[in-house]
C-alpha cells in the first residue's frame, strides 16, 4: 500500500498505484451476480450449455460483475492522510477485451492518470486494467474516478 497526503498526491500522476492479489471468480460469484442483477442469461450460468457452445467449454463472468469488482480489488492501493471519504464518481470508458471463464483468477492493476481539486476534495482519475492469469489481454480496463474529502 501506498502511502501518502493530500499534498503529495499530484506527484503520484503517472504512476502505478498498486495491484492487487489474484481472485477466483467461481461460478457461485457469477449466479450471485446474476441473482442481484436479473442478468440470466445462458452463457454465465448453465454450466452444460457452456460445455457445448462456449469457448473453452465454460460458463463466463458477466463484463458489469468484472467492473464492480475495482474497488473491492483496488480498495487498499493508496492510503490519504487525513481522508475522512470517498466516493466513486463515475467512469469516463471502459472496454471488456476479454471473457472472464469460470475458475478464472483475475486481479486490478492501476495507474493515477489525473488529480484536480474539487467540491472541496480531490478527484483522482485512475486506469484500471483488470488482468486474467495466464492471458496476454485484459479482462477489462476502465477509466474510473473518485473523488476524497479531508
Known amino acids: ?3 501518502t497526503t493530500f499534498e503529495e498526491l ?11 492479489d489474484w481472485v477466483e471468480i467461481d461460478q457461485d460469484r ?10 440470466h442469461q445462458w452463457i454465465h ?11 473453452g467449454g465454460k460458463t463466463i463472468a458477466h463484463g458489469y460483475l468484472t467492473l464492480s469488482l475495482i474497488p473491492w480489488l483496488t480498495g487498499n492501493f493508496l492510503r490519504i492522510d487525513g481522508v475522512t471519504r470517498g466516493i466513486n ?5 471502459v472496454r471488456f477485451t476479454n471473457m472472464v471463464p469460470v475458475g478464472s483468477r483475475v486481479r486490478a492493476r492501476s495507474k493515477l492518470l489525473s488529480v484536480e481539486p474539487r467540491g472541496g476534495g480531490m478527484q483522482l482519475t ?9 492471458q496476454a489481454r485484459p ?10 474529502f479531508k
Open 1 to 3: 500500500m501506498k502511502h
Open 45 to 55: 450460468l448453465d454450466v452444460e450449455r457452456a460445455k457445448m457452445e462456449m469457448p
Open 30 to 39: 457469477i449466479a450471485k451476480f446474476a441473482d442481484a442483477t436479473g442478468d
Open 126 to 134: 485512475s486506469e484500471v486494467t483488470i488482468e486474467i492469469e495466464g
Open 89 to 93: 464518481y463515475g467512469s469516463n470508458k
Open 139 to 148: 479482462a477489462c480496463i476502465a477509466e474510473t474516478i473518485g473523488i476524497v
Open 10 to 20: 499530484p506527484a503520484l500522476v503517472g504512476q502505478e498505484i498498486g495491484v492487487s
